[in-house]
């Protein structure tokens, strides 16, 4: 967004939300509470590395014009005073309740996990009531991100949180309750876990949804090895499809991957009516990356993606921009082939009929979308910024290209293919095109169109 130190950036973004400075991670407590969407997030204000984590918050009532609200909870209670981690939100008896992983380090530099609430009449102003039960036994201190919902059949809340056993292997447990008090661990959230072709030592942010009666569980798992085309970040997000009763989720299948592109974690979704919208994090890759990352030096870093609709096509977890987010365009853009210079750092290039000949559009120069008709196969090309060599994501689709909707942001890049069946987050740094996009299409010209897009609107 462009205020803080993100104004005067070098890699400016436009349309995704930012911190004013220091360091932005997880989205946490998203909700639409009185009318308000809220949007909570990890944030170290201070520096742009992964310590005195907070939550910071901004809100807005259309999801295009933001308001930047002072920070929502700070590390300043015992059982948070190292960080106060990821979580979710939820209104109780209108209230908002926020629900969120305490970090603690004690004298002896032994790490502890409190799972904490913090409340609220307005939604602006929380009021710590501390741990909600004791950390379960037979697991390391690695517990955390508690997501909570109100089951109406059942008629009680539900909570998941992830974790680590001791044998350092990564579940989900949940526990119930009937009034958001006092809370019954019910063990592993997943009682056929042999289904999934790998475990990984850890699973963050899990979050259980319901789209059209079927449940939908996203979680964050680490320790994945690469598989054909999939799961080459350093951490993964995935989804897998099942059936939930009484506390416990029989899956369908394997996991699959919710998204193919180079930096995508730690998603979390909240009800919209009758939708169900994600925002997730665009910042997870390799400690030197990260390190390196060019916005350090501006004293900034991450951002969140676009708000997504989630929905199902079959068996295939779909994710599309928020309606909202087209009332972003501006004028149409004349697209050539060959190489041309925009003059506006926010675009959205578009292709609405399936495409039977190959394909490559490049964005300043750094950043290749390339199509093999014959296969259906997409490769994403970037020079990354650390090494100066270019790193590949591919995912082969299982019907031809249909139809894509591309979100250019700067430094960010959002791809959704084929209605959302595929989607590709990344970022991209080019100083020379801080204002501009260049644009080079070899064999594209006939098949998309684009749109200059304005910024989002923050105060």
């Known amino acids: 967004m462009l205020d803080g130190n993100v104004k005067n950036s070098k890699y400016p973004i436009g349309y ?32 742009t590395i992964h310590k005195n984590k907070h939550w910071g918050h901004i809100y807005s009532e259309d999801l295009i014009t933001w308001h930047r609200a002072p920070i929502a909870l700070a590390p300043d209670a015992w059982y ?10 939820i209104i109780i008896e209108n209230q908002l309740h926020l629900y969120y992983t305490g970090n603690v380090i004690d004298e002896a530099g032994e790490k502890h996990s409190y799972q904490c ?93 319901f789209i059209d009666n079927q449940a939908v569980f996203i979680y964050s798992p680490q320790g994945i090895e690469a598989q054909g085309h999939q799961y080459h970040n ?3 997000t995935v989804y897998a499809l099942g059936e939930f009763n009484e506390g416990h989720l029989l899956l369908d299948d394997d996991m699959q991957e919710v998204d193919f592109g180079f930096e995508y974690y730690a998603p979390q979704s909240f009800y919209d009516g009758d939708r169900i919208l994600s925002y997730g994090w665009m910042g997870i890759t390799q400690p030197e990356f990260e ?29 599309n921009p928020a309606n909202e987010i087209y009332q972003l365009r501006n004028q149409e853009i004349q697209l050539l082939n060959g190489t041309q210079e925009i003059q506006s750092s926010m675009i959205e ?85 801080a204002h501009s996009k260049k644009i080079e299409m070899t064999s594209a010209q006939s098949f998309v169109k684009g749109y200059q897009l304005n910024a989002m609107n923050v105060h």
């Open 16 to 47: 995704h939300i930012t911190p004013l400075a220091g360091l932005l991670n997880d989205p946490n407590g998203l909700v639409k509470f009185e009318g308000i969407y809220h949007v909570f997030y990890q944030l170290n204000p201070t520096d």
């Open 80 to 89: 948070d005073k190292d960080g106060v981690y990821s979580g979710s939100a």
């Open 117 to 209: 609430l913090a409340t609220s009449e307005d939604g602006f102003i929380f009021e710590k009531q501390g741990p909600i039960f004791e950390h379960p036994k037979g697991f390391t201190r690695h517990v955390r991100d508690p997501k909570v919902w109100y089951d109406e059949k059942e008629r009680c809340y539900y909570l998941v949180v992830g974790a680590q056993r001791e044998n350092l292997t990564g579940t989900t447990l949940i526990y119930r309750s009937v009034d958001a008090k006092q809370w019954e661990n019910l063990g592993d959230l997943v009682i056929n876990p042999d289904i999934l072709s790998q475990i990984g030592y850890m699973w963050e942010c899990p979050d259980l949804v």
């Open 234 to 236: 350093i951490y993964q």
């Open 291 to 319: 390190a390196s990352m060019p916005t350090i030096e501006e004293g900034w870093i991450h951002c969140l993606t676009i708000p997504r609709e989630l929905t199902l096509d079959g068996n295939k977890l779909c994710q």
């Open 349 to 433: 290039l578009i292709c609405e009929k399936e495409v039977q000949e190959d394909f490559n559009i490049k964005i300043d120069d750094v950043f290749t979308l390339a199509y093999q008709a014959d296969t259906h196969e997409i490769t994403l090309i970037r020079k990354n910024w650390y090494t100066n060599e270019n790193e590949y994501r591919k995912v082969t689709l299982d019907e031809p290209l249909q139809n894509f909707d591309w979100f250019i942001d700067g430094s960010v890049s959002e791809l959704f293919v084929n209605s959302g069946r595929y989607v590709a987050s990344a970022r991209l740094f080019n100083s020379t095109y």
